[in-house]
């Protein structure tokens, strides 16, 4: 496992010597709580004490009058996940962070449990997977579901979803035209949700 630098007294840390918990927060206010820990940590110097604060986001998009529009969303909503160095975590810290404004608490209330490593392996592979660029739909189509083609050449036709493939991002749809079924190949983005 590689060496990583803490940030404020250049002192090497080995990955093991560190523990994730997990901080409940008001949902909608997570961003919000993060930046505010952060400086309140900056202030009080326990940047030797907490490795990083993290918000996993995933990108979504969502196809509405014909346009794609992306947006960040919460991964895991009203939770945030903070790295401690090992046997730093004492109880100034621990009311510090419970204290700060929207915090609820953190899981295991008053005595915190730490996260399993197999959990943080999972949660850290999820998050780097998300930041890959790798989108998903807000709105997933369905077999048998008609829609109407936004764009390429049978642009405003109608069909029906014979094939979804969710790896590629594509659909197969059966389009009429002049009264014969032909099937179509297309991508998420070129199709909406007929209403």
Known sequence: MTNLV??????????EDTKW??????SGKEKKVKESLEKELLKKNWTSHIKQILLPTEK???????????????YYPGYLMIEIINGKFHDDLREEIRNAPN??????KQHPVALRKSEVNKMLGRVD??????????????????????????????GVIEEIND?????????????????VELGFVQIEKTV
């Open 6 to 15: 803490a940030e404020n007294n250049s002192a090497v840390v080995q990955a």
């Open 21 to 26: 918990y997990v901080l409940r927060v008001v």
């Open 60 to 74: 979504v998009y969502k196809v509405q009058n014909g346009k794609k529009t992306t947006k960040e969303r919460n």
């Open 103 to 108: 915090v609820i608490h953190f899981l295991g």
């Open 129 to 158: 997977e998300m930041s890959e660029g790798g989108s998903i739909m807000i709105e997933p189509y369905i077999v048998g579901e008609t829609i109407k083609i936004i764009d390429g050449p049978f642009n405003n036709f109608n």
């Open 167 to 183: 790896d590629k991002k594509k659909v197969k749809v059966i389009v009429k035209i002049f009264g014969r079924s032909t099937p």
